[in-house]
């Protein structure tokens, strides 16, 4: 059975910088597209940042230039590096894994069948 488990959340100043990790276990994760989400209070769980079984990569223009997505297969582990965080970057993260080998459109929340249980980030102003 898949598992996704995520970790280093936590709460930092804005400016700061922080680094999420997705461990996966009971599949390779290389093989799937890879993605992060979040949750902030009362709005929809949005695309962040997402890494193809390629290894290309797709940002939310928020994030564009200040967050990245990377992999490191021999761990089975994928990681979002977050830097320069800003109040508004507050939420739960959360990591996915594709259904399929292949998404066409991985912004899409349908195309991911396996969720981590998200690690809180907070950033104060």
Known sequence: QVQLVESGGGLVQA????RLSCAASGRTLSDYTMAWFRSAPGKEREFVTAIRRGGNTDYAGSVLGRFTISRDNAKNTVYLQMNNLKPEDT???YCAMS???????????EAYGTWGQGTQVTVSS
């Open 15 to 18: 400016g700061n910088s922080l």
């Open 91 to 93: 939420a739960i993260y």
């Open 99 to 109: 259904t399929l080998f292949f998404t066409t459109d991985p912004r899409r929340i």
